[in-house]
């Protein structure tokens, strides 16, 4: 499955790696520290802005149909153009009706490795 490459948000996203880092404290107050994942994961958080409802009811069919989290897709980079397979972080989905045309989308994609 493929992110239409018309939905790209109005640039209001931010981009960074993540890590998992598991840690225990002991009782005596030192940690042990364990990472999880080899690498590291990006993240991207989108914000659309004014979105068209038209365009947000098409969004919101592609998140039902993957299921939230579950299903995966590849995904293109606007602002670099590299393309990462990646999931939504969250299993919920909130459209925000500015006007009955116009909707406000904000939501995060994990890579998955």
Do not use: C
């Given at each position: 499955m493929a992110?239409?490459?018309?939905?790209?948000?109005?640039?209001?996203?931010?981009y960074g790696p993540q890590f998992k880092t598991e840690i225990t404290e002991f009782e005596t107050g030192k940690e042990q520290r364990r990472q999880k994942w080899s690498t590291d994961r990006k993240r991207f958080h989108l914000v659309y802005n004014a979105l068209p409802a038209a365009t947000a009811a098409l969004i919101l069919a592609e998140f039902?149909?993957?299921k939230g989290a579950y299903?995966?897709?590849s995904w293109t980079n606007p602002a670099d153009t590299t393309s990462y397979?990646?999931?939504?972080?969250?299993?919920?989905l909130q459209l925000q009706y500015l006007t009955t045309s116009a909707v406000r989308l904000e939501f995060?994609?994990?890579?998955?490795?």
């Amino acid at each position: 499955m493929a992110w239409n490459a018309n939905w790209s948000p109005q640039f209001v996203y931010t981009y960074g790696p993540q890590f998992k880092t598991e840690i225990t404290e002991f009782e005596t107050g030192k940690e042990q520290r364990r990472q999880k994942w080899s690498t590291d994961r990006k993240r991207f958080h989108l914000v659309y802005n004014a979105l068209p409802a038209a365009t947000a009811a098409l969004i919101l069919a592609e998140f039902e149909t993957m299921k939230g989290a579950y299903a995966t897709m590849s995904w293109t980079n606007p602002a670099d153009t590299t393309s990462y397979t990646v999931r939504f972080v969250e299993d919920s989905l909130q459209l925000q009706y500015l006007t009955t045309s116009a909707v406000r989308l904000e939501f995060d994609f994990i890579e998955v490795i």
